[in-house]
């Protein structure tokens, strides 16, 4: 052969092998169909795509598979059975749900917030800020309070140095 071939007909099959067991069909106006669940490898046969079962479709390689764009769009539920790595800004639009009894950290702090299946908090670390709001009873072995703790009903526990614990109001 030593020009172009065509097939110049919808449904045209190019086979392989010595029984045709890897067919490509012209599939009219849409592109060609490989048959079964044969694949296309690239390189070697760790590196391929194909369709195992109808419906599913597999892109493997034993490294590395990188996608590049400036927008990735993946309609549906995404199952990671790995690390995901994220050097980005990850932004969610609807709840975060961690499994019972794991962390949320830092990379030098892995365990610093720890949320039970009761929805118990456990924090590692001093927890800071100007204004905390808690509805239920807190518990401890030390409450510290540096500043005015006044609530709506003119409530308060404070603490001075020259004064020490203050308690006000009703």
């Avoid at 045209?12 to 079964?36: E, M």
């Avoid at 195992?52 to 059975?81: H, M, R």
């Avoid at 995901?84 to 800004?89: D, L, R, W």
């Amino acid at each position: 052969l030593t020009q172009d071939l065509e097939l110049q007909h919808d449904g045209a099959i190019l086979s392989f092998g010595a029984d045709s067991d890897v067919k490509l069909t012209h599939v009219a106006d849409t592109g060609l169909l490989l048959n079964a669940a044969m694949v296309v490898q690239f390189r070697d046969s760790a590196i391929n795509i194909g369709s195992p079962a109808d419906g599913d479709l597999d892109i493997n390689a034993d490294d590395e598979i990188e996608l590049n764009s400036t927008l990735i769009d993946i309609n549906g539920d995404v199952e990671i059975s790995g690390t995901a790595a994220i050097t980005g800004i990850a932004t969610f639009t609807d709840d975060i749900i961690i499994g019972d009894g794991k962390t949320i950290g830092s990379a030098s702090d892995v365990d610093a917030i720890t949320i039970a299946s009761n929805g118990q908090l456990t924090l590692t670390q001093q927890l800071n800020g100007t204004i905390a709001d808690f509805s239920g009873d807190i518990t401890g072995s030390t409450l510290n309070a540096d500043g005015d703790t006044a609530a709506g009903d003119n409530a308060a526990i404070g603490y001075t140095a020259a004064e020490g614990l203050i308690l006000t109001g009703q």
